[in-house]
């Protein structure tokens, strides 16, 4: 295509539209980082809840083994105290709360076997959690590792293009450039081509002294949506230009 004022505008718009396209990709990755943030909260939280649980039943295991401790002197001392005594109402008081404790001893021997039974479940799964959700955790940092370059190189690119922008080149139209100028930011795609005769940013169709227009590169807005439209054959080898 000729070095023209109307091949400049066109190839700008082609310049910025891949900027744009570099941008959704840089929000989609950083959209993803955080998606993979959470799901990494959310796996660590899972395991701590169940650490937790498993440190709580371990408490109460500990303070029923203390109170059967307890129990188990106080029965020592009555039963002494029973061998000892010869006053029969004192006897008898004391062998009530023998029995008493007894009662309370196998309330809190079954408390600790039901303990038992639920740490040593705990135990296992909290286990196997730490195996499987290590696994989970290292492909999760890994594909942060990932995202997080994809974001930072996403950047640099648009940085280096935002830098190298340069819309002055575009000289003998500066009415249509600052159209689209004005319009950059506001209205996804600003300037569009003209396709079998029909606005390609809005898909109405373009009246024929506009396409004639179009077609002899000269900038018309669309009637409708007000895009700047240009003709798509005044482009070659767009891969290449980008």
Not at 73 to 81: C, H, M, P, T, V
Request: glycine share 4%; aromatic share 6%.
């Amino acid at each position: 295509m000729e070095n023209t004022p109307y091949s400049r505008f066109v190839l700008l718009v082609l310049f910025d539209r891949f900027t744009e396209d570099l941008k959704k990709k840089k929000i989609k990755a950083e959209q993803l980082f955080k998606e993979l943030l959470a799901e990494q909260a959310a796996v660590c939280s899972q395991l701590e809840n169940e650490r937790v649980l498993l440190k709580n039943e371990r408490k109460q295991r500990d303070e029923v083994e203390l109170e059967l401790a307890a129990l188990a002197q106080d029965f020592a001392k009555k039963e002494l105290r029973l061998e000892k005594t010869s006053d029969a109402k004192e006897y008898g008081a004391l062998r009530n709360e023998c029995e008493a404790l007894i009662v309370r001893r196998t309330a809190y021997e079954e408390r600790l076997f039901e303990l038992w039974k639920t740490l040593e479940e705990l135990e296992l799964k909290v286990a196997s959690m730490e195996l499987g959700y290590a696994d989970r955790l290292k492909k999760i940092e890994d594909a942060l590792e990932l995202v997080k370059q994809d974001v930072q190189g996403l950047g640099a690119q648009i940085d280096e293009r935002e830098h190298a922008r340069d819309p002055k080149q575009v000289q003998g139209l500066e009415t249509e450039l600052a159209m689209y100028e004005s319009m950059r930011g506001r209205v996804a795609n600003p300037a569009v081509s003209l396709v079998l005769n029909v606005c390609s940013g809005c898909g109405s169709v373009v009246s024929r002294i506009d396409q004639a227009a179009v077609e002899h590169h000269v900038l018309k807005p669309c009637q409708q949506c007000h895009r700047l439209l240009f003709d798509p054959k005044a482009v070659q080898e767009e891969k290449e230009i980008l």
